[in-house]
């Protein structure tokens, strides 16, 4: 079945490391993607990942993918209130099937 | 390059009234893609679009919505008899091809209200 189950919340103070996690069901998606979503905007691509990787690094952000729990997380590196957004984790099959998101608060 | 421009970017019906909601998807992109999303919760997706074709519609509602693509133009959600429970933000998303490693690139929305 399609379902991707992300924790709703996570509160961190700026400067430090944020992870998002996110399981997810189909092991055939191909590919696994992260998304932001900031208030009133529409989703903004951040990085994405290939199926056979275990890991992919983009400046701050750092994504591992455990393919064999089928588990995905988003590491972002010193966090800036800039960050504050709602990430969403989306596996691929034939569409994109989207996690409810991760409100990420970032606080002094 | 524009990315993905939908308008409008609110949209206010009355019950029972129609919406119109429109996708221009980016240049080159041929395949558009149509998600709601209610209010404090993630994007659904509804159907999936190339031109002059439904590829994918076991998102949409049997009743009340339709959604096409024409040759010319742009992708247009029409959801007819609108209720409250429609009011959500509507999102469209283009790619240029359909393989599985096509990321999805999305407009900002049409946040549509029923009163």
């Known amino acids: 079945g399609e379902d991707v189950e992300q924790s709703l919340f996570l509160s961190v103070r700026e400067g430090d490391s944020s992870v998002i996690n996110c399981t997810y069901t189909d092991s055939s998606s191909t590919y696994l993607y992260w998304y932001k979503q900031e208030p009133g905007a529409g989703l903004q691509l951040l990085t994405y990942i290939f199926s056979n990787m275990d890991m992919k690094q983009d400046q701050r952000l750092t994504v591992l993918l455990n393919k064999k729990d089928k588990h995905l997380s988003l590491r972002i590196a010193d966090t800036q209130t800039g960050d504050s957004a709602i990430y969403f984790c989306?596996?691929?099959?034939?569409?994109?099937?989207f996690g409810a998101g991760t409100r990420l608060a970032v606080h002094p | 390059n524009a990315g993905v421009m939908q308008n409008p970017r609110h949209l206010v019906r009355r019950r029972g009234q129609e919406a119109r909601l429109r996708c221009s998807p980016m240049k080159g992109h041929s395949h558009v893609y149509w998600y709601r999303q209610l209010p404090e919760e993630g994007l659904k997706f509804m159907v999936y679009l190339q031109k002059e074709n439904i590829i994918d519609e076991s998102g949409m509602p049997k009743e009340r919505f339709s959604a096409e693509f024409p040759k010319e133009g742009p992708s247009i959600l029409r959801i007819q008899q609108v209720v409250r429970g429609d009011s959500a933000a509507y999102f469209c998303?283009?790619?240029?091809?359909?393989?599985?490693?096509?990321?999805?690139?999305f407009g900002n929305g049409t946040r549509l209200t029923v009163t």
């Open positions: 998303a283009s790619s240029p091809r359909e393989e599985a490693n096509s990321p999805l690139h």
């Open positions: 989306a596996e691929n099959i034939n569409k994109l099937i």
